[in-house]
């Protein structure tokens, strides 16, 4: 088996140099570029063959992360996006989720952690912290306008269930056991939660859009 | 049981006609038959007259001079048989002044001879004869009578009779005729005024205008009755009261018209008029039938009045509105007995009964109108009442609202400071302790004393910013962020987590800077965990108690000297967190390992 091309996008040098050393040297890994910039990183996008992972900051100079991981949404295939944060706050997080990222980094995590919660990214387990969890449950919380525009954007009771113990602090094996279902499934109900969080995202766009006017609605 | 309507409007009517009956029975109270009624005189127009003609009484002498102003009667009395006992003449009305001469003797007088024309239309008069005045065989009295022209000249049969029985009759017909007719006549002014005033505010509730009227006319009009000497010139008092008599109808009757909904302005102007009619033909009639003729139209207006209210009466659907049925019916009765005697048919006694029934009908009328003036303004002070309640409910939700805004504002103030820090600490000194991290490790010092410092540095400002989210109260939310946070760096060093977290009460007080408290009591427990125990498992529980929530967090590390100095000082500092919030902190460490509780209120202190 091949090793998994990753790109990162880090304009930070010292932070740049320590992630691109260690996914080379991950086992499994392989470092497909390490740039500094969002026009770089866009051109780079549209170029190459798309990569299995996309580390990305948010903070660009001279553009915004967000707006990489929107861009990644149309490769085919799709990378994994991990957002690259210092304080793995809500706030960043759910913005990248929204915008289509997977998962999240903090910086500063050990270099094992790292390079381990990539192999799990690309195996399906997408990292969540209890806040991120919380913030979620508020952002999907069923019947709100979006729901209207986005039928498919409501959490269904189980997924709510495992947001509910993830933001009460239980780690994935201790919901597979509350719950009494396998980790596995614990971990793909948090991707499809991530994905509706996308959904929304997109519905609550069209939802504005069609309010103030700038799309008109199917007929 | 609900009278059958027809039934319900039959009785009222005949409860009506008793009443008027009862009211009739009562003002024609005649003496007993022991008195004798003296029925026959002769009549002259002055003293000297020789040609005296024999007349029956009662009389009216008007007939026979139309512009005379004295009359003369003179009466021949057989003595009383039986007992003697004191005697006295009574007459029931005599229209105006009177003077009694009996074989010779002055008896006494009513009113006054010389100045204007006094009246006694409805007074009784008492006249006592004493013992020594009666002759044995024919005893001769004369009664003198003076009116104006512009009145009538009338005379009822006079009685004799013993004193005592005759003076209880006078004073029950002079409370009757006299005293009630006047206190009404007092208690219709009084509301009148009143209604005026209310009238004078609500112009266009024309009720209040029409029984006022009606009332303060009734009020000038009864005059006629209860003042015996004149305040004016009869050329004045006489066209005043006749004014205010007949206004006192037709106000009535407009009064009805509007309760029955006919009040339009061809009924007031009908009314205006007609009031004009009446007082040109008093003004200005000279000759002396005035009093009659007005007599006359103001009875067959009260007849009118009761007419149709009876007629509204019985079509009334509500009780209430058939009631009318018993003062129209009474009225109608009332109205039609009195006829002959202001018409001066000579059958009756000069005392009409409306001047009883027409004032207790106004200030019944006035009452139950007052009366709905009260309630409505009862009602709008209870409106008012309402009105306020409400507006202070309204004022305490407002408040609410602002206070619940505010508390959402200063939470949103909160959060928008919070990502603002973030941002300046993602791009700034968050960036910095990354990269000097990086560049550590790339020297290969990444477990040096600046390595570790940086960490702590970075480890704290991440609490920091922990503690700013919102939590609502939720202990297990604030524990939850610091298992994220610590997690990693205890797999990293080998030690096992057990979480037993409970469901925690709210904690109200829970706001960033008590959380951040916990939050550094807490990471400073596992640091000192990570650094010194060498521990293979980490418990962290949570558990409410009565009135606390205590955090406990277990190793089964090497313990330490809590009496040391060195820590000492680190154990007093987390001490004092505690004790900020409100709790304590209890450490108990041995050789096989150490257990930290934090106890934390479960309400503020």
């Known amino acids: 088996m091949s090793s998994h091309r990753v790109l990162i996008v880090e304009d930070q040098p010292l932070t740049r140099e320590r992630l691109s050393g260690i996914v080379a040297a991950t086992p499994g890994l392989a470092l497909a570029e390490a740039l500094e910039t969002f026009s770089s990183a866009a051109a780079w996008l549209e170029s190459q063959p798309s990569p299995a992972v996309m580390l990305v900051d948010l903070g660009l100079p001279d553009g915004d992360g967000l707006d990489l991981i929107r861009m990644s949404r149309h490769l085919d295939p799709q990378p994994e996006v991990m957002v690259i944060s210092v304080f793995g706050d809500e706030r960043h997080v759910l913005a990248a989720i929204e915008a289509g990222a997977t998962g999240y980094l903090l910086k500063d995590s050990a270099a094992e952690e790292i390079g381990d919660s990539i192999l799990r990214l690309i195996d399906g387990e997408s990292p969540i912290s209890s806040s991120i969890a919380r913030h979620l449950l508020k952002r999907l919380q069923p019947g709100t306008q979006a729901a209207a525009t986005a039928p498919g954007a409501n959490l269904t009771r189980r997924e709510i269930d495992v947001l509910k113990l993830i933001a009460k602090g239980f780690a994935y094996a201790e919901i597979a056991e509350n719950l009494g279902m396998s980790p596995h499934t614990v971990t793909s109900h948090i991707k499809h939660i991530y994905r509706k969080l996308q959904v929304r995202s997109r519905g609550e766009a069209v939802f504005e859009a069609l309010q103030l006017g700038i799309i008109e609605a199917p007929r | ?605």
Not at chain 2, 161 to 184: C, E, I, K, M
Not at chain 2, 502 to 526: F, N, T
Not at chain 2, 566 to 581: D, F, I, S, V, Y
């Open chain 2, 1 to 605: 049981m609900v009278l059958n309507a027809g039934l319900q409007r039959s009785g009222l009517i005949v409860v009506g006609l008793l009443l008027s009956a009862g009211l009739s029975a009562l003002l024609a109270m005649a003496p007993g038959s022991e008195h004798r009624r003296l029925s026959q005189a002769l009549f002259s127009l002055s003293p000297g007259d020789e040609a005296r003609t024999a007349v029956n009484l009662p009389h009216t002498w008007r007939d026979a001079c139309s512009d005379c102003v004295m009359a003369w009667y003179e009466f021949s009395i057989a003595p009383p048989q039986g007992p003697r006992q004191p005697m006295a003449i009574y007459l029931p009305g005599v229209g105006q002044n009177a003077a009694l001469y009996f074989n010779g003797e002055f008896l006494g007088q009513a009113g006054d001879f010389q100045g204007r024309g006094g009246r006694h239309l409805t007074d009784p008069l008492l006249f006592p004869v004493a013992p020594s005045l009666w002759r044995v065989d024919d005893n001769l009295m004369f009664v003198l009578l003076r009116a104006e022209p512009a009145q009538r000249g009338f005379l009822p049969s006079p009685w004799l009779g013993p004193q005592d029985s005759l003076a209880t009759l006078h004073t029950v017909q002079n409370l009757l005729r006299q005293a009630v007719v006047r206190f009404l006549g007092l208690a219709c002014l009084v509301l009148g005024l009143v209604l005026a005033l209310i009238w004078a505010k609500r112009p266009a509730e024309h009720a209040y205008g029409w029984l006022s009227l009606a009332t303060v006319s009734w009020a000038i009009a009864q005059l006629s009755i209860t003042v015996t000497a004149p305040a004016f010139e009869p050329a004045i008092w006489e066209p005043l009261l006749n004014v205010a008599a007949t206004a006192a109808p037709i106000a009535l009757l407009g009064f009805v018209a509007h309760v029955m909904q006919l009040d339009t302005g061809r009924w007031r102007r009908g009314a205006w008029l007609m009031l004009a009619l009446t007082a040109g033909v008093a003004t200005f009639d000279p000759g002396g039938y005035t009093e009659r003729v007005m007599g006359v139209v103001v009875h067959g207006l009260y007849l009118l009045a009761g007419i149709m209210l009876m007629f509204d009466g019985w079509r009334g659907e509500t009780g209430l509105r058939r009631c009318l049925l018993l003062p129209g019916s009474a009225l109608v009765a009332l109205a039609l007995q009195d006829f002959p005697i202001v018409s001066a048919l000579p059958a009756f006694h000069y005392s009409p009964a409306l001047a009883v029934a027409v004032p207790l009908l106004l200030v019944a009328f006035t009452w139950i109108l007052l009366g709905r003036f009260i309630r409505s303004l009862e009602m709008a002070e209870l409106l008012n009442i309402d009105l306020d309640r409400l507006v202070r409910e309204k004022t305490s939700a407002l408040e609410a609202q602002f206070e619940r805004v505010q508390a959402l504002e200063r939470e949103k103030v909160i959060i928008s400071e919070r990502e603002r820090l973030m941002r300046d600490m993602h791009d700034g000194i968050g960036g910095h302790l990354v990269s000097t991290l990086a560049m550590l490790e790339k020297s290969g010092q990444q477990e040096s004393p600046v390595a570790t410092a940086v960490k702590v540095a970075l480890d704290d400002l991440r609490l920091m910013i922990d503690s700013l989210d919102p939590v609502e109260g939720d202990l297990t939310v604030v524990l939850a962020m610091f298992r994220d946070r610590v997690e990693p760096r205890l797999r990293a060093a080998n030690i096992r987590l057990q979480w037993q977290v409970e469901d925690l009460p709210e904690l109200a007080y829970l706001g960033p800077s008590s959380v951040l408290s916990i939050l550094r009591i807490l990471q400073e427990c596992v640091t000192n965990v990570l650094k010194h125990a060498q521990a293979s498992d980490l418990v962290i529980e949570a558990r409410a108690e009565d009135e606390t929530v205590s955090i406990r967090v277990t190793d089964n590390g090497r313990g330490f000297d809590t009496s040391s100095q060195g820590a000492g000082r680190g154990l007093k500092n987390l001490r004092h967190r505690a004790q900020e919030l409100g709790g304590e902190l209890r450490i108990d460490s041995a050789h096989s390992g150490t257990t930290t509780i934090l106890i934390l209120p479960s309400r503020p202190a």
